[in-house]
């Protein structure tokens, strides 16, 4: 049985108090949310105030080497020593704004692996793909190059987020009948790659203007093992209701 997940990423978003409150108010409707997995995902400086609150928390991003002269990054060890127990990996704004590349991704998700931290790994495609009609391919490759290369008893162990870029901070979401597409499309590529065990215990979860109204619906698609949620996870109230939305 896979693990329903529903993750806040917090993105570049709080200040210290605001950001230790928020996760006491989540943590609090958490402890009462049966068989589902809340984590978040805040700035990695809050990381270790987080983890204090005994909310799972993960890192949104990392730079794949154990240490050296690499000004203003962060190792993965030194997340996990604040607490972090999962990474997002290949988050379209790291592709996009930071220019992260399928093979630097594939370097953060042995790095995560490594150091026995669970990647979160992200895909999907940009508008024009989507309009194109190709974002199987698309997303199928996004996943062969930085991913499936990983033994099986570590795929087991991943969490691939499907975020379509188009719906990102957009406040378009995609159908349920696109997300089940994409999702069981990846459960299919994780079967053909691995076995269908691995494929059936990984959890799959959507990203991309999930809220409040859309999150019930999405949820309840077979393929769809919760969120990975933007915007609305910045204020409890929206974030929790989502959370129970299962
Ligand atoms: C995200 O950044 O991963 C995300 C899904 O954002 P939003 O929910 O705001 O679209």
Wanted: hydrophobic share 40%.
């Amino acid at each position: 049985m896979r693990n329903k997940i529903v993750a806040g990423n917090w993105k570049m978003n709080l200040l210290l108090a605001e950001a230790i409150d928020l996760g006491r108010k989540i943590k609090e409707a958490a402890s009462e949310i049966e068989g589902v997995q809340v984590l978040l995902f805040p700035s990695s400086i809050y990381l270790k105030s987080l983890a204090e609150i005994a909310i799972p928390v993960g890192a949104q991003n990392f730079y794949p080497a154990e240490n050296g002269a690499f000004t203003g990054e962060i190792s993965i060890s030194q997340l996990k020593d604040c607490g972090a127990t999962h990474v997002l990996i290949g988050h379209s704004e790291r592709r996009a704004i930071f220019g992260e590349q399928a093979d630097f991704l594939k370097q953060k998700v042995d790095s995560a692996i490594a150091h026995k931290i669970t990647p979160v790994f992200c895909c999907g495609e940009p508008l024009e793909i989507r309009e194109a009609g190709t974002e199987l391919v698309y997303v199928k490759r996004q996943l062969e190059e930085s991913l499936f290369h990983i033994l099986p008893e570590n795929m087991q162990n991943c969490i691939v987020a499907y975020e379509p870029v188009w719906a990102i901070g957009t406040g378009k979401t995609a159908t349920v009948a696109q997300a089940e597409e994409m999702h069981r499309s990846i459960r299919n590529w994780i079967t053909e790659k691995y076995t269908e065990t691995i494929a059936q215990n990984c959890s799959i979860i959507y990203g991309g203007s999930c809220n409040v109204s859309n999150a019930q619906e999405l949820f309840s698609s077979p393929n769809v093992d919760g969120g990975l949620i933007g915007g609305a996870s910045l204020q409890a109230e929206s974030f929790i209701k989502i959370a129970q939305s299962f």
